[in-house]
């Protein structure tokens, strides 16, 4: 269901069980949590491989750099357009090359692993343990000290350089294989070689020189009091881009920031990525950033100042000579649930598995005692029987749900049992116990864990807005929120948007950052479901901040699943790659797989699940949609010529019909089978509803925009369509939507017009 690597315990500074005896419980509103764990469970693991003035602030996990955090022998680092890694030797750099690897599964996976690296180190001294030393939002610094002496290394997404600082004496760089210098246009800063088919660039400070030693060995003299140097890939071997690096190679990172804006009356959002730069000499002529797909696809401000591309992962990186650029992206709305369906030929088998469901709704809710991850699951999916429940006149019904909803939920948020949430004041992040899929020991998946919680909670406080006041149960919530999603940089009580990775616009699911391909992220739409949950958070306590960041997270995921696991314009998936659709996102590599099955419905499955009235996005290119649900049957075939069966053959039927009914709705209808699987997120109550719906109302219509933050439009084949909006607030709303249609929304209410 969710990302997961298994332990690698030599890599770790080790979490050992707690020894604590008696946990330590503290009241917050009607809920608790504990200070320590309870007596048997694993404490958090401590990022102790930071330097003394990162220490004080909570620690970075989820990220692409957390690797070097958490590991004595940090994994590469998958920086795009470079990797680098630093080891007990130096800083190892290199612009890696794709490799296509054949699977059992008769498919490839895509890697551009970091491979016969480059090794800059200081000549004077041995480098010491590697630590994290700075964060900004893209970029980090990397300190190898030991004793009074270091080497730091500044790295930021996108950038083609690393940029290197060292306290005394000379550089030394080693090469893979033998390396051709090349020409730099008679400037002697510069080292230009040819390695291995590939161009790089060592720009040195004035006055200092490079001597070769040996084919594969060179050092550069550095002046005293000038131990700086830069070290790029190139995108040529030209001389006019050595020249043109030349300019920016002494723009020393010193920070990098993201910040975002929405704009309610025109439903965009417009995100801004600056980096701030110091010059280690001559004038200031600022950074080369590398925009990746989604920053610079229909671009306008920044398609005609691009430059050189490079070949990466992400599709095409390109150039841009500029400390800072704006993308903007239009926020598609969504409403927390969809307005009841007209009596038709299927009403008859709504009404049946409205009553099953309801009869079966403590089971379906989950066991109790599981883990966070599959008990807020859980709430999720008997809220949204509910929402069915409720839109089809049965308030009475609705009643029964909320109530067995809020009381499950407030048995955790009580913290009885063995069934609680921990706050590590230490190290800045909360912990849920039973542990399931290393959210403890690996600090994995907090994002759809949380996620899953904050969207129940605030699903209830629709209808139930005391339950969530900070002094009932409220505060809980905000600690989860708060865990994932907190804006603050720099903050001893929890890191900045623990998860989210502003620069490549997506989230990452591995809390330590191991695996040889870097980070990762499986369920891109657990992640939008997160978002959907601070959205809904934010709108019911009137938080504009939050719903703000919500609506940033949930557009910009969004666009990053389009282009990154989708690839719906068609320009990031390298050829060779023989699915349509990524399952398993890297720092280095995409695959068609999931962490614990190779069935090829769970495959595809995983990245559309929970498929709510929040997953219109979904369908942003209806003919993918097709695409990829026609797709099935020969890859269940392949995996069947394997030997293998999909057990139950229909599994996550109800997924796929209302995926498919995203982009066909007779289709979807028609495949939807009442007596088949159905995923464990979802009923057979909510699949029916959603398809009847988008046989009444139509497929998703992008075109139209709303000035309010909960709204969807659904257009028919004729031309008919559906306006629907939510409001959450205390005051009567009214919507004006773009192209020219208003509906006034009562407080508290769902509103729809045609």
């Given at each position: 269901?969710?990302?997961?690597?298994?332990?690698?315990?030599?890599?770790?500074?080790?979490a050992?069980?707690?020894?604590?005896?008696?946990?330590?419980?503290?009241?917050l509103?009607?809920?608790?949590?504990f200070?320590?764990?309870?007596?048997?469970?694993?404490?958090?693991?401590?990022?102790?491989?930071?330097?003394?003035?990162?220490?004080?602030?909570?620690?970075?996990?989820?990220?692409w750099?957390?690797?070097?955090?958490?590991n004595?022998?940090?994994?590469?680092?998958?920086?795009?357009?470079?990797?680098v890694?630093?080891?007990?030797?130096?800083?190892?750099?290199?612009?890696?090359?794709?490799?296509?690897?054949?699977?059992?599964?008769?498919?490839t996976?895509?890697?551009y692993?970091?491979?016969?690296?480059?090794?800059?180190?200081?000549?004077?001294?041995?480098?010491g343990?590697?630590?994290?030393?700075?964060?900004?939002?893209?970029?980090?610094?990397?300190?190898?000290?030991?004793?009074?002496?270091?080497?730091?290394?500044?790295v930021a997404?996108?950038?083609?350089?690393?940029?290197?600082?060292?306290?005394?004496?000379?550089?030394?760089?080693?090469?893979?294989?033998?390396g051709?210098?090349?020409?730099t246009?008679?400037?002697?800063?510069?080292?230009?070689?040819?390695?291995?088919?590939?161009?790089?660039?060592l720009?040195?400070?004035?006055g200092?020189?490079?001597?070769?030693?040996?084919?594969?060995?060179?050092?550069?003299?550095?002046?005293?009091?000038?131990?700086?140097?830069?070290?790029?890939?190139?995108?040529?071997?030209?001389?006019?881009?050595?020249?043109?690096?030349?300019?920016?190679?002494?723009?020393?990172?010193?920070?990098?920031r993201?910040?975002?804006a929405?704009d309610a009356?025109?439903?965009?959002?417009?995100t801004?990525?600056?980096?701030?730069?110091?010059s280690?000499?001559?004038?200031?002529?600022?950074?080369?950033?590398?925009?990746y797909?989604?920053?610079?696809?229909?671009?306008?401000?920044?398609?005609p100042?691009?430059?050189?591309?490079?070949?990466?992962?992400?599709?095409?990186?390109?150039?841009?000579?500029?400390?800072?650029?704006?993308?903007?992206?239009?926020?598609?709305?969504?409403?927390?649930?969809?307005?009841?369906?007209?009596?038709?030929?299927?009403s008859?088998?709504?009404?049946?598995?409205?009553?099953?469901d309801?009869?079966?709704a403590?089971?379906?809710?989950?066991?109790?005692?599981?883990?966070?991850?599959?008990?807020g699951k859980?709430l999720?999916?008997?809220?949204?029987?509910?929402?069915?429940?409720?839109?089809?006149?049965?308030?009475e019904?609705?009643?029964?749900?909320?109530?067995?909803?809020?009381?499950?939920?407030?048995?955790w948020?009580?913290?009885?049992g063995?069934?609680?949430?921990?706050?590590?004041?230490?190290?800045?992040?909360?912990?849920s116990?039973?542990?399931?899929?290393?959210?403890?020991?690996?600090?994995?998946?907090?994002?759809?864990?949380?996620?899953?919680w904050?969207?129940?909670a605030?699903?209830?406080?629709l209808?139930?807005?005391?339950?969530?006041?900070?002094?009932?149960?409220?505060g809980?919530i905000?600690?989860?929120?708060?865990?994932?999603?907190?804006?603050?940089?720099?903050?001893?009580?929890?890191?900045?948007?623990?998860?989210?990775d502003?620069?490549?616009?997506?989230?990452?699911?591995?809390?330590i950052?191991?695996?040889e391909?870097?980070?990762?992220q499986?369920?891109?739409?657990?992640?939008i479901?997160?978002?959907?949950?601070l959205?809904?958070?934010?709108?019911?306590?009137?938080?504009?901040?939050?719903?703000?960041?919500g609506v940033?997270?949930?557009?910009?995921?969004?666009?990053?699943?389009?282009q990154?696991?989708?690839?719906?314009?068609?320009?990031?998936?390298?050829?060779?790659y023989k699915?349509?659709?990524v399952?398993?996102?890297?720092?280095?590599?995409y695959?068609?797989?999931?962490?614990?099955i190779?069935?090829?419905?769970?495959?595809?499955?995983?990245?559309?699940?929970?498929?709510?009235?929040?997953?219109?996005?979904?369908?942003?290119?209806?003919?993918?949609?097709?695409r990829?649900?026609?797709?099935?049957?020969p890859?269940?075939?392949i995996?069947e010529?394997?030997?293998?069966?999909?057990?139950?053959?229909?599994?996550?039927?109800d997924?796929?019909?209302?995926?498919?009914?995203?982009?066909?709705?007779?289709?979807?209808?028609?495949?939807?089978?009442?007596?088949?699987s159905?995923?464990?997120?979802d009923?057979?109550?909510?699949a029916?509803?959603?398809?009847?719906?988008?046989?009444?109302?139509?497929?998703p219509?992008?075109?139209?925009?709303a000035?309010?933050?909960?709204y969807?439009?659904?257009k028919?084949?004729?031309?008919?369509?559906?306006?629907?909006?939510?409001?959450?607030?205390?005051?009567?709303?009214d919507?004006?939507f773009?192209?020219?249609?208003?509906?006034?929304?009562?407080p508290?209410?769902l509103?729809r017009?045609?």
């Open positions: 269901m969710t990302a997961r690597i298994k332990p690698l315990i030599a890599f770790l500074i080790a050992p069980l707690a020894l604590a005896a008696f946990a330590q419980p503290v009241k509103g009607a809920g608790t949590y200070a320590t764990p309870k007596s048997g469970d694993r404490l958090i693991p401590k990022a102790a491989l930071r330097t003394d003035a990162l220490l004080p602030t909570a620690a970075q996990s989820a990220q750099y957390s690797t070097v955090l958490y004595p022998k940090p994994e590469a680092l998958f920086v795009q357009p470079i990797t890694r630093p080891t007990a030797q130096g800083l190892e750099f290199v612009y890696p090359t794709k490799e296509v690897v054949p699977t059992e599964r008769r498919d996976v895509i890697q692993p970091h491979r016969k690296p480059l090794l800059i180190s200081p000549v004077a001294f041995e480098v343990q590697s630590k994290i030393a700075k964060v900004g939002d893209w970029s980090v610094d990397i300190s190898m000290a030991r004793g009074a002496d270091d080497m730091v290394a500044t997404h996108g950038s083609p350089f690393a940029q290197v600082q060292i306290s005394r004496g000379d550089v030394r760089l080693r090469l893979p294989s033998a051709e210098r090349f020409d246009g008679g400037d002697a800063r510069v080292l230009a070689l040819r390695v291995g088919g590939k161009a790089y660039a720009f040195g400070p004035t200092g020189s490079w001597e070769q030693v040996s084919p594969t060995e060179w050092t550069g003299r550095l002046p005293a009091g000038k131990g700086y140097v830069a070290i790029a890939a190139l995108p040529d071997d030209k001389t006019e881009t050595v020249a043109q690096f030349s300019r920016h190679a002494y723009a020393f990172i010193q920070g990098t993201v910040d975002w929405y009356a025109r439903s965009q959002v417009q801004t990525f600056s980096a701030s730069t110091k280690m000499e001559g004038p200031d002529n600022g950074p080369l950033l590398g925009l797909p989604h920053h610079w696809f229909n671009n306008a401000s920044v398609q100042r691009l430059g050189a591309a490079y070949d990466t992962i992400r599709g095409q990186i390109k150039l841009l000579a500029a400390s800072q650029f704006t993308t903007t992206a239009t926020y598609q709305g969504f409403v927390p649930y969809w307005p009841g369906v007209a009596e038709g030929p299927r008859a088998d709504l009404r049946d598995v409205m009553k099953a309801q009869r079966n403590r089971r379906m809710m989950l066991e109790e005692g599981k883990g966070p991850y599959w008990q859980g999720q999916r008997i809220l949204k029987v509910m929402d069915v429940v409720e839109q089809q006149g049965d308030l019904g609705r009643d029964r749900l909320l109530a067995l909803v809020k009381g499950r939920a407030e048995q948020l009580k913290g009885e063995n069934t609680y949430f921990h706050l590590d004041k230490d190290q800045g992040t909360v912990a116990y039973p542990e399931e899929f290393f959210t403890v020991e690996q600090l994995n998946d907090h994002h759809f864990t949380y996620g899953y904050i969207r129940a605030a699903e209830i406080a209808r139930d807005p005391a339950w969530a006041a900070k002094e009932q149960w409220g809980m905000d600690l989860l929120v708060a865990d994932i999603a907190t804006t603050q940089r720099g903050s001893p009580e929890f890191p900045f948007l623990r998860n989210f502003p620069y490549e616009g997506h989230s990452w699911a591995s809390g950052g191991m695996g391909m870097g980070n990762n499986e369920s891109s739409s657990e992640a479901n997160a978002w959907v949950g959205i809904l958070w934010g709108e019911v306590h009137g938080n504009k901040a939050l719903r703000d960041l940033y997270l949930y557009t910009t995921e969004a666009n990053a699943i389009n990154y696991w989708f690839d719906i314009h068609r320009i990031v998936l390298a050829p060779e699915n349509i659709e399952s398993m996102l890297f720092g280095g590599q695959a068609h797989n999931t962490w614990w190779d069935d090829p419905r769970q495959i595809k499955g995983i990245n559309l699940l929970p498929i709510t009235t929040a997953s219109n996005y979904l369908a942003t290119d209806p003919e993918f949609v097709r990829n649900v026609a797709s099935l049957k890859e269940i075939a995996f010529a394997r030997g293998k069966r999909v057990n139950p053959p229909d599994i996550w039927q997924l796929f019909a209302k995926y498919l009914g995203l982009a066909d709705p007779a289709a979807g209808l028609a495949s939807w089978n009442r007596w088949g159905f995923e464990l997120g009923t057979r109550s909510h029916l509803h959603y398809l009847l719906s988008l046989q009444e109302m139509g497929t219509d992008f075109s139209v925009t000035n309010t933050v909960l969807s439009v659904f028919q084949a004729d031309g008919r369509k559906t306006y629907l909006a939510y409001n959450a607030g205390k005051a009567p709303l919507v004006t773009s192209d020219g249609k208003t509906l006034s929304v009562a508290g209410k509103a017009a045609r």
